[in-house]
């Protein structure tokens, strides 16, 4: 199965988590896991395919769909 790479997706989730900074420290948290459960899925191949609530948290959140695996 191709590597997936979801950089983009991740540096914007950073950037817009930094934007908030401590002040929105929630809304900020949110994002921050949505980038990680990105970055766990490109080093480690989870798959949010198998673990829908976790997916539909990161599409929410990026505010567009994710690929599914192998697609």
Do not use: C, Y
Not at 8 to 26: I, K
């Amino acid at each position: 199965m191709p590597k997936t790479d979801h950089s983009a997706d991740v540096a914007h989730l950073r950037d817009r988590s930094s934007e908030l900074g401590p002040v929105w420290g929630e809304s900020a948290n949110r994002l921050d896991l949505a980038a990680d459960l990105l970055e766990m899925h490109d080093a480690t191949g989870i798959s949010l395919d198998a673990w829908p609530t976790a997916r539909r948290f990161v599409e929410v959140t990026l505010g567009h769909p994710i690929t599914e695996n192998g697609a």
